[in-house]
């Protein structure tokens, strides 16, 4: 049994077209470290058998933690849906410690919109909403797929994460200060065809300027 797999298919090769890109992402992925966080998740299996869950698991491994306002927590709902937005300044950290933050309020009750690259690790699999971000039509006929999936969830009174920018917070100069895009459409539209509440998410921080 292979006890590194969440860890290990987490990647973002597959979005590339062609054979080279693929080849690029995976070199900038090793010098960035993706091995060492394999290493980590090595043996996490046995941490979910004794009763783990998968998030707490995976914060645990690679050192994350939450700081958060003293009851700022209890403005998730525990019941009834709830669609939470967040910025996006770390990249697949906030995918772990949005999901670490949703498990505490809603139990395994929640779902997240994020990359389908996600969808590849079968312990988070069931929770993700995958975004197909190629620019084509069939990437929008999927997504519009996923939207309606959130409705769903949402209207069983469901608790949905999401990302509206999209992606990782940049800068838009060589040394200004990062942040994420225009918050796309989606999200609005969303909110605007269900009755759920709404919580913003701010994660604190940038990447390094090297990122």
Known sequence: MRHDLLAREISYAGSARSRGGRALIRVMEAASGR???IRR???YEADLAAGEDVWSVMARRYGLA????RGALETIPAQGPVIVVANHPYGILDGL???HLMSQR???EFRILAHKVFGAAPEIARVVLPVNFD???TAAQKNLATRTLALVHLGENGAVG???GGTVSTAAKPFGIPGDPVWRSFTA????RSDAAVVPVYFEGANSRLF
């Open 35 to 37: 091995h060492r966080l």
């Open 41 to 43: 998740a090595r043996g």
């Open 66 to 69: 939450l700081e958060v306002t």
């Open 97 to 99: 410690m949005l999901g």
């Open 106 to 108: 809603r139990g395994a």
């Open 135 to 137: 620019d084509s039509r």
């Open 162 to 164: 999401i990302f509206p």
């Open 189 to 192: 539209k969303m909110v605007a």
